[in-house]
């Protein structure tokens, strides 16, 4: 089976979300998605996070169907949580599947510094989706395979104009 990873913070999680996981589902050929709420990440600050078991309602709510699993397992973790650690866990639970970790441009071309990024390549295939900004899929293809070493599934993808913090701030 072909699972794809999709983890942020969700807050709150919106139609853009859905659309992104719907989009990469059927362009990546995946047979199901495991919706991540993060935990304590460590690339933002947690401060303004709404509480752990809201966002999970949320994304509860948001994906529907089987296509999606919804899981805690970063939101149970103490402490930081890392991508490599979650990956492991994944692939304790998932051994004979293929993982797809699914993340945006802007993710993708900082990815190289993330906590034991080596490790997590190991494990998964990244797919990683373009953004609204000046990155073409061929400069992101050649960071891919220039600085991770590693083909990456460039999903072109037409963004829904809406940003969780927008959602906040209305």
């Given at each position: 089976m072909r699972i794809g990873i999709y983890g942020g913070a969700f807050n709150p999680v919106h139609k853009g979300h859905v659309k992104l996981a719907e989009e990469v589902?059927?362009?990546a050929h995946l047979d199901k998605i495991?919706?991540?709420?993060?935990?304590?990440?460590?690339?933002?600050s947690s401060h303004s996070l709404v509480e752990s078991e809201h966002r999970l309602e949320m994304c509860r709510?948001?994906?529907?169907?089987?296509?999606?699993?919804?899981?805690?397992?970063?939101?149970?973790?103490?402490?930081?949580?890392?991508?490599?650690?979650?990956?492991?866990?994944?692939?304790?639970?998932y051994p004979d599947d293929e993982l797809y970790l699914i993340m945006g441009s802007d993710m993708l071309l900082c990815f190289h510094n993330w906590y034991r990024y080596e490790e997590i390549l190991s494990?998964?295939?990244?797919?990683a989706t373009t953004r609204q900004d000046d990155i073409s899929i061929d400069e992101l293809k050649n960071y891919s395979r220039d600085v991770l070493g590693k083909k990456t599934l460039i999903i072109d993808f037409e963004p829904f104009e809406c940003s969780s913090t927008k959602v906040r701030n209305e």
């Open positions: 589902k059927t362009k495991i919706i991540m709420p993060s935990g304590q990440s460590p690339h933002k709510l948001a994906f529907e169907g089987e296509d999606y699993i919804i899981s805690d397992l970063e939101i149970r973790r103490e402490g930081k949580s890392y991508t490599v650690d979650t990956v492991t866990e994944l692939k304790k639970l494990n998964v295939t990244i797919v």
